[in-house]
């Protein structure tokens, strides 16, 4: 029965699980503050800020995220001449120091990857979060002016807070979303899971038994990951009450 | 700049309606697609959505299996494990194409999505409507058919409408078993010729602009139209419960 899961697949598959989850980790933390950034922007900034940050999300949201992914992968290096290109994103220190610590032979793709899905999920995180500042109740605005805090003040130390955990159910959703998203990375040769599940497949021709495992660690990793940010929302609204300001 | 735009102007047809000969593809395909999906994604997620709201626990716990596993694992995998399954010939007498993987997975995926929204929208359903239905005379069966579904689908069209959007820029992920649809369009036009590598970029610049054209065109449509609904849905509503 387990005949195909020799030691030699399983540990592709677990380096391929590590990359899965750095990824993840990496993006939660910079879809989350582009995300933030973006969606304070337009909500309390100026004119122009609050039009350019709208022009970003609805752009950002609205391409797929694999058309990104693969953008900033392939295509845009290909925009520079052959040789200045291969000095830009393949082959200089900062590429040779990201090889080594990261293990990844090439870790430019990686990080293609990674801005694609940041710029993607910090789009539509940046949108929720909208909707989030909805809910920060007007009279908690005003106590704090009235308090005698200025508008950067009630900006991060009020609305934000609040909009983040109004809108923490439906940002929680969309962080799962980008979880499974990471899988798009194999499209750019990030050896990422569903990449090593692809290349096991190649060689050991079980494409129903692999991917079934796959989707059982994908799973997993949803579950996991919807608990850490129950946690989270738990944490978010310590010392208060659950009921909606009125 | 004039190669670019005769090599943009050679592709463009492709793109749009799929390479001679195996029309329809590219953004047509895409939209044939997310159309597909969502037509019988809603008809699958309004049994599950329905299931997910049932008196029956049993009824109750087989949805909620349904919508975790469909919905926590990425569109590719789905995608590659149907085709595996389907697609190989490995069951007797069951053999599909790419696209008719490529159907059945999103259906799949969407009607997962959407049934977690139409439970939603069941729930939403306020009491004071169902009791006076019941109190009519009508059975539960007629309640469900006649005031609740219709009013979950209609309060919930806006995430509805969401949902179809972003099955239609999910649909890219098909380019993993080769449906011709606009992504794979791009990656075949451009091919592996490394002449083509000073087209990438305008290329994959127009795949987003098309993409973007009519996931954007459609929210818009969507907040129109949910305008429109509001007002007369709610007419509706305060008629059903008088």
């Known amino acids: 029965m387990s005949g195909w899961l020799t030691p030699e697949v399983a540990g592709q598959l677990a380096d391929g699980l590590v990359v899965t989850v750095a990824l993840t980790v990496l993006t939660t933390i910079s879809s989350l503050a582009l995300g933030i950034g973006v969606g304070a922007a337009r909500v309390s900034g100026g004119r122009m800020t609050r039009r350019a940050a709208g022009a970003f999300v609805e752009v950002f949201r609205n391409v797929p995220a694999l058309i990104q992914i693969i953008f900033w992968a392939f295509a845009f290096p290909s925009a520079f001449p052959t040789g200045i290109r291969a000095t830009l994103f393949f082959d200089n220190p900062v590429v040779a120091a990201a090889e080594s610590v990261t293990g990844l032979s090439l870790p430019y793709y990686a990080f293609a990857a990674c801005l694609g899905l940041t710029l993607n999920t910090g789009a539509h995180l940046a949108e929720l979060f909208r909707a989030g500042a909805g809910t920060v109740a007007r009279s908690q605005v005003d106590a704090a002016r009235l308090l005698g805090a200025g508008p950067r003040e009630v900006q991060w130390s009020i609305v934000v807070p609040g909009a983040v955990r109004g809108a923490f159910p439906a940002i929680t959703t969309r962080l799962i979303h980008n979880m499974k998203n990471t899988a798009l990375a194999s499209f750019v040769a990030v050896p990422e899971l569903f990449q090593t599940v692809q290349a096991s497949i190649t060689q050991t021709f079980r494409a129903v038994e692999l991917l079934a495992l796959a989707a059982a660690v994908y799973l997993g990793l949803a579950a996991a990951m919807g608990l850490a940010l129950q946690r989270a929302d738990v944490w978010l609204h310590r010392g208060r009450d659950r009921v909606a300001p009125s | ?242």
């Open chain 2, 1 to 242: 700049m004039s190669r670019q735009a005769d090599f943009l102007a050679e592709i463009l047809p492709d793109l749009l309606f799929g390479f001679p000969g195996q029309r329809p593809g590219g953004l047509v395909l895409s939209v044939v697609l997310a159309v597909v999906g969502v037509g019988g994604g809603l008809a699958v997620g309004v049994a599950v959505g329905s299931a997910l709201d049932a008196r029956a626990r049993a009824l109750r716990l087989a949805a909620e299996a349904y919508v975790t596993v469909f919905r926590g694992i990425p569109l590719v995998l789905l995608l590659l494990f149907v085709h595996a399954v389907i697609g190989s010939g490995r069951l007797p007498g069951l053999h599909t194409t790419a696209l008719g993987s490529a159907f059945v997975a999103l259906i799949l995926y969407s009607s997962s999505y959407q049934a977690d929204i139409i439970r939603t929208g069941l729930r939403s359903v306020p009491a004071g409507i169902v009791d006076w239905a019941r109190l009519m005379g009508s059975t539960r069966w007629q309640v469900y058919r006649a005031v609740k579904l219709p009013y979950s689908l209609r309060v919930m069209q806006p995430a509805l409408t969401g949902q179809g959007i972003t099955l239609f820029k999910d649909s890219s992920v098909v380019v993993i078993i080769g449906v011709a649809e606009l992504t794979t369009s791009a990656r075949i036009a451009l091919g592996g010729d490394v002449g083509n590598a000073p087209f990438w970029v305008a290329t994959y610049l127009t795949v987003g602009l098309l993409y973007f054209a009519v996931a954007f065109g459609l929210s818009r449509l969507g907040l129109a139209g949910e305008r429109r609904w509001r007002v007369r849905g709610r007419i509706d509503m305060v008629a059903v419960a008088e």
